[in-house]
């Protein structure tokens, strides 16, 4: 009855599970969501009148401006008509799928990675090479070795303040990691949310940006984190080589992008106020960073271990003891208290990954952080004090 790309589609049980946890009473530090008293007013008063007829499906031209003078300070140049603009940045992640991914198609991804990323490349039937995340990034050498056992289509990085690890990857490693794809012409996608939300001096370089002319290279960004979630409005740069492709399979799926949205979007990033804004968000950030640093070690100091990261919105957490935090989510809901389980955010998990955790510091206030990580540190104790059967009664598959 359905085309057999359905089979592949994954539903996630703890996602499911997670959707009942925006009732008020509930402590969250599951999603990725902003602090709503963070975002900028959304004006939306007097837009010009032709905004309410349909667009281009690339965008709005002073967007699209906006953004490459944006891309060029970082050291991207790219002109504005290789910027299209997406509904989200998630859209990004489903147009390269549908340019590169046949059944079987390798894609060399971190882990871990971004579960509605992986969840896209799964649908089209992508097979993973998995490079693993140290502290500094990935290893340039087994990027080296992935691309030459598995000719993966393209890479996907979150070179950034990553989802869920909260990695930023140092400069020896960019340089590195970019000469790799450099030498071998491997196409990357970087996908970059998190880039605004600094809270300390790091590298944070695009590694599109070090690439040659030759090289195929898609750069994610969007106005989801650092604008209104809401609004949906998010980009994705390309080298000439597949930008016109991309926005072919943009008009296969919704031709236009909301005009409003990119309309608020082109005025929030020429705004004079936009600077400030940045420096007021990284204010707030790193003071709910630091409240939940200081809960963790209150807390859970002895029972797990992270570290802290220097931007983006996730500590990412292992249980020291290892465990099951799937399990531990099921306890934790019925004490109000939730959080994404590590596994789903590996391509092939296994017992190991089952000790992490990934915590929102971004939702709660610090009043809640500290009750919530309380109850959090409660429930690991006790689950280190029942047996394997008790502990994993009522665990959803992911
Ligand atoms: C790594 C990563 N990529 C992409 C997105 C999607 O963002 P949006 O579709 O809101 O632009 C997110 C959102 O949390 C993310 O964490």
Not at 65 to 91: M, V, Y
Request: net charge negative.
């Amino acid at each position: 009855m359905f085309s057999e790309r359905v089979d592949r589609l994954t539903s996630s049980l703890i996602r499911e599970l997670l959707a009942l946890t925006q009732k008020p009473d509930i402590i969250s530090f599951a999603g990725g969501l902003p602090a709503r008293e963070a975002m900028p007013p959304l004006d939306l008063s007097d837009p010009p009148p032709d905004l309410s007829q349909y667009g281009t499906t690339d965008g709005e031209p002073e967007l699209r401006a906006a953004i490459a003078g944006q891309l060029a300070d970082l050291g991207l140049r790219c002109r504005p008509e290789q910027i299209l603009i997406t509904t989200g940045s998630q859209q990004g992640i489903d147009l390269v799928s549908k340019l590169y991914i046949d059944p079987g198609t390798s894609v060399a991804v971190e882990a871990p990675s971004y579960l509605a990323a992986l969840q896209s490349f799964r649908l089209f039937g992508a097979r993973f090479e998995e490079l693993a995340l140290t502290a500094s990034g990935i290893d340039p050498e087994q990027l080296r070795q992935a691309i030459q056992r598995q000719r993966p289509a393209f890479v996907y990085l979150i070179p950034t303040f990553q989802n869920p690890a909260g990695v930023c990857y140092d400069e020896a490693t960019r340089a590195a990691v970019a000469a790799v794809l450099r030498e071998t012409g491997t196409p990357l996608l970087e996908d970059e949310p998190y880039r605004e939300l600094v809270y300390e001096p790091v590298d944070r370089g695009p590694l599109c940006a070090r690439l040659d002319e030759g090289n195929t290279w898609m750069y994610m960004g969007t106005f989801s984190k650092t604008g209104i979630p809401g609004l949906r409005v998010g980009y994705l740069a390309a080298s000439v080589d597949v930008h016109p492709y991309l926005v072919r399979l943009k008009q296969s799926t919704d031709l236009h992008t909301n005009r409003i949205g990119q309309w608020w979007c082109a005025r929030f990033l020429n705004s004079r106020d936009y600077p400030a804004h940045l420096e007021r968000l990284r204010t707030f950030y790193r003071e709910r960073r630091d409240a939940m640093q200081t809960a963790l070690t209150r807390h859970l100091g002895d029972l797990a271990e992270w570290t802290t990261p220097n931007g983006g919105l996730f500590f990412w957490v292992r249980l020291k003891a290892g465990g099951d935090t799937r399990a531990l989510l099921v306890r934790a809901l019925e004490r109000k208290v939730a959080f994404m389980p590590g596994e789903a955010f590996f391509t092939s998990p296994s017992a190991a990954h089952g000790a992490f955790m990934r915590l929102n510091f971004s939702h709660a206030t610090p009043e809640q952080l500290e009750r919530g990580l309380a109850v959090l540190a409660e429930v690991i104790r006790e689950q280190r004090g029942m047996t394997k059967t008790e502990a994993t009664a009522g665990v959803v598959e992911i």
